[in-house]
């Protein structure tokens, strides 16, 4: 039950969303609210919201999707609202609630907006933090939350894996695709991952334990890379990107090869997306393409936590974040993720407390 | 064993390939070899070999697909031999075997030369006959053979059907489509199909029993055509064709929809093959691509039979064919596969007996 009664309202900072956007994302789609927000701490008697103090928040490269103009209302986002604050995954500490589930002093991680403090009325995907003892809670942006959810229900669930197959992981040292390769690495495949730079593909190689990685941009033909690091062909390609590397790995898929695709960021800024030309290959290969979505798969999360929490504890799995400090620091760490300016997982930090 | 010793030459005339095929292919692309083959009709003494009278040819879109220089050794198929005879899924009698599964008299379905006679001597794919008793010889070509068994495959196995789902299928009235909508159909689900002229489509309503049809032809906009037949959007999508077709049906997919590619005929003939530019719906709609190979099911094969020869003895499966005239006509009955002229199953009888 919410204290109630009590009234203390502070000013609330907040990302506004300026208008829709088409092509790449700009600092200048969005601006900081300084002054005429404002929230009340206190919820009032009878409320069954949670009320929370945001601590992080995470950029994930499906908030781009939320910021055009969204017809259908089938679609699995919704668009934001410009001159509304953006939302999106956050860890957050309970400030006042009315809701059975959360009291004052959880923490959380799930859906908040883009500001300092949000009022959460509707709390779908809002989970509990338990296990606070040996990790840094910004870990509930990537590793422990979407992210390592989708790397590992994209993973162990679609692609059922199996010891000494072929991996390849695109943006593999994102939020995501660092997961997946070590995962992959755990359970004894190769595994390749390509990324943007020569700084990330010497993590990939040096501290995420991948055995190949490649600058894709250094690439004339994709096709010829991936048959230089899979000569034998790929069992499964985590698919992060889409385009003309999703064109490329289909034609160096092995028999009975998977590809999840849990999105394709190389799209999100284009007007209309490439054309994938060589889907005819998946007929002779037998190849599964499976689209995904990690809501599907949120009650695995206390499945996933007994596996992950272990190997980070024991050293097997590092996480590489890359935070950037205060919420007027968002809207650069975000647009950055599109041209790749991020190393790991894009986190900002919203306290110093 | 074969009998051996004997000696009875006869002429074999043969379906030639000209050239390798680029575009679409033409009736001049082949030729017919009436003079010049000849065959012994008695196996030597210690062959292993099958000897067989071909019966019936099957024109099948995948033969395109050997008729272009394939490089890649990796490739299902490999290349027809200019100046060789094609060859292709075919019903025949045994005239000699030194083969222990098979015997003189013995009637097959199976991989065979396009000529009259055809000595086998890996009977790889090659099935006995046995249920000759209330169908015609040439549905071992179609509604029993390789089509039969693609669309038991893909139907059953790859999609996974539950009563009640709304199932499109391209090329309708092919002798792959009008199978699978007959098993939807008995199945209890809601079955649309495309086809490319009135009659295919009358076909498709009045005698196959499909709940709805269209020309594709007549559609400037196939996502408005697909809306307007599956308001609710589409379960499983039984692929034939690929290109623009399968653009649209991505859209119109249902979340866990699934899609059967079992091959995308439209882009046979093309040099550069069509891109598909909506891939992204597939995460959003968890949908799932899976390209199949109907070698892969044979095992299944006397499962499917006893499955459809009782439907087809009580009148609850129909199959049309399409069926020329003698071995002359072969190069025509396949040419006309890609301007859609056949009308049902195309095959070709070689004999009157």
């Not at 989970?127 to 979407?146: A, E, R």
């Not at 005819?280 to 809501?295: A, D, L, T």
């Not at 599109?338 to 930090?349: I, P």
């Amino acid at each position: 039950m919410a204290n109630g009664g009590g009234e203390e309202v502070v000013s609330n900072k907040q990302v506004i969303l300026k208008d829709y956007v088409s092509g790449f994302p700009k600092e200048s789609d969005m601006y900081i609210k300084t002054s005429g927000s404002t929230i009340n701490l206190k919820l009032p008697q009878g409320s069954s919201g949670i009320l929370v103090k945001n601590l992080f928040l995470s950029c994930d490269p499906y908030l781009r999707l939320r910021m055009r103009k969204i017809e259908d209302t089938d679609e699995l986002f919704q668009s934001f609202n410009p001159g509304s604050p953006l939302s999106g995954y956050g860890v957050a500490k309970v400030l006042d609630s009315g809701h059975p589930d959360f009291k004052q002093g959880d923490l959380v991680w799930g859906i908040v907006g883009w500001e300092e403090y949000s009022l959460i009325t509707q709390p779908t995907t809002l989970f509990k933090i338990h296990h606070n003892d040996h990790v840094p809670l910004s870990y509930y942006t990537g590793i422990l939350g979407m992210p390592g959810m989708t790397a590992y229900a994209g993973f162990y669930e679609v692609c059922s894996p199996k010891k000494g197959e072929y991996v390849f992981i695109s943006a593999a040292s994102g939020a995501v695709g660092q997961l997946v390769g070590q995962f992959a690495k755990l359970m004894g495949c190769y595994v390749v991952g390509s990324a943007g730079s020569k700084e990330k593909v010497d993590l990939l190689k040096k501290n995420l334990g991948f055995d190949e990685a490649f600058n894709y941009k250094e690439e004339q033909d994709l096709n010829a890379a991936l048959k230089r690091y899979f000569p034998k062909g790929i069992d499964i390609y985590f698919e992060n990107v889409g385009g003309k590397m999703l064109d490329a790995v289909i034609l160096n898929m092995r028999v009975h090869g998977r590809i999840a695709v849990c999105g394709m960021v190389s799209q999100y800024n284009l007007q209309e997306p490439e054309g994938v030309h060589n889907l005819m290959s998946i007929v002779y290969k037998r190849v599964r393409i499976q689209g995904f979505v990690v809501f599907d798969y949120y009650h695995l999360y206390d499945k996933f936590l007994d596996l992950v929490l272990p190997y980070i504890r024991q050293g097997k799995i590092s996480y590489v974040e890359d935070i950037s400090q205060g919420l007027e620091s968002a809207p650069a760490a975000l647009v950055g993720l599109f041209s790749g300016h991020n190393v790991g997982k894009q986190v900002v930090r919203l306290t110093t407390s």
